[in-house]
């Protein structure tokens, strides 16, 4: 991997890790709705002011609709989840426990859509929830109702990408498949309509108490912006330049970040659960993701003279 590569994948997980920073300074004064709402729409704008600038072909090749329901998958619910987790949850355990989506696509994968498990991804996944265990356990916070449902909320975060990856090979990437950047903006419409009569409801039956000063707003625009749009873009190019597998390696750096920052920034206490239980859900990541050695080639026989 180039060294300009390598930077853009430690900027990526960075800017990833930074997003559960944000979501814990604005969603316990905006509230989680309006903090996930924000979130989806201002990166909607900022990837279409992106994808203007880019002069993208609009051509969704009848793809519109299913992006839109992808983007509640992968983009609504998961943000909702988020953001209710951010409630009670330090940034670094959101962080930590986002590294479970690949283990969460080798169970929906086997639970809904027939995929064959192999040992490893098996030992993977029963590794994974342990590492959830030891953290949640063991950790800063106290181990309660409120721990719980928090950390439940991130489970159900990446259950949905783990369908949204299986759902977008079969509805996007057949039939010569479609512009990834025209994929994520479409999502990003979707769950903005999604989350938006959520929003509004939310409004009406607990307004938040303050819509915060600066500090909220600047973090709402890194979660957004930088954070949402921008990084999709970082993505994408880094999809394009080392292809799909070097890429995903990014989930193992999202996690150090998220703690870091929130250790940084909002003086959040550091424990070694934090390392425990990060090492048992990465060796569990490494697991599921690592590609099988091919069996040795069995050489010809010798034709006979």
């Not at 920073?21 to 924000?38: D, E, H, K, N, Q």
């Not at 983007?71 to 953001?83: D, E, K, Q, T």
């Not at 696509?105 to 991804?121: D, N």
């Not at 409801?201 to 303050?210: C, E, N």
Request: proline share 6%; net charge positive.
């Amino acid at each position: 991997m180039r060294l300009v590569d390598l930077l853009r994948l430690l900027s990526l997980a960075a800017i990833w890790g930074a997003s559960f920073l944000f979501m814990r300074i604005v969603a316990p004064v905006l509230g989680s709705v309006p903090t996930a709402f924000f979130r989806a729409s201002l990166g909607m704008l900022g990837l279409l002011a992106v994808l203007l600038l880019m002069r993208v072909s609009w051509d969704f090749r009848g793809k519109l609709r299913h992006c839109l329901v992808l983007g509640v998958i992968n983009a609504g619910l998961p943000s909702v989840m988020y953001c209710l987790a951010a409630l009670v949850l330090p940034a670094g355990y959101s962080a930590i426990l986002n590294a479970t989506t690949p283990m969460m696509g080798v169970l929906i994968g086997m639970l809904f859509f027939s995929e064959a498990i192999t040992p490893s991804k098996a030992a993977g996944v029963a590794l994974g929830l342990f590492g959830v265990g030891v953290l949640t356990q063991t950790g800063p916070v106290d181990f309660d109702l409120s721990l719980l449902l928090g950390a439940g909320a991130c489970l159900v975060a990446t259950a949905c990408y783990g369908f949204a990856g299986f759902l977008t090979r079969r509805w996007i990437g057949q039939q010569g498949g479609l512009d990834n950047r025209l994929t994520a903006f479409a999502s990003l419409c979707g769950a903005s309509l999604f989350i938006l009569p959520l929003f509004g409801g939310s409004l009406i039956v607990q307004p938040p108490a303050s819509w915060g000063g600066l500090e909220v707003w600047l973090s709402l625009a890194g979660l957004g912006f930088v954070c949402t749009a921008f990084a999709y873009v970082l993505y994408f190019r880094l999809l394009s330049d080392v292809g799909p597998i070097k890429a995903s390696t990014t989930t193992f750096l999202i996690p150090p970040f998220g703690v870091l920052w929130g250790a940084l920034l909002l003086d959040e206490p550091l424990s070694w659960s934090y390392l425990y239980g990060g090492v048992l859900i990465a060796i569990a990541l490494w697991l599921v993701v690592r590609t099988p050695a091919l069996p040795a080639a069995v050489p010809a026989a010798p034709k006979q003279g």
